[in-house]
């Protein structure tokens, strides 16, 4: 009978030990999904940030390069036109 219990109380601890390590493996599996998880949608949110931060960027660079480009011809400033016979001279003072 006592060799019985030995056994039963072996088995039982090799049993506990083996319900133990199931555990451990299915918690460290699910800790990595997690992990995988969280870094995919940390990634998710660092690329809608960064093409949100470049769409701004093109927005205010196309309306600059509008800008730009309808200002380039006009010169700002006081005009003066002296005209004689033989020549036209504009004198442009920048304010």
Known sequence: ???????????????????RCLALRLYTCQEWAVVKVQAQVRMWQACRRFLQARQAAC?????????ASHTRGLIRGRYEVRASPLELDIEIFMT
């Open 1 to 19: 009978l006592a060799e019985w219990l030995s056994w039963w109380r072996s088995m039982q601890a090799k049993m506990l030990e083996q319900r």
């Open 59 to 67: 927005i205010i660079q196309s309306h600059w390069r509008w800008h």
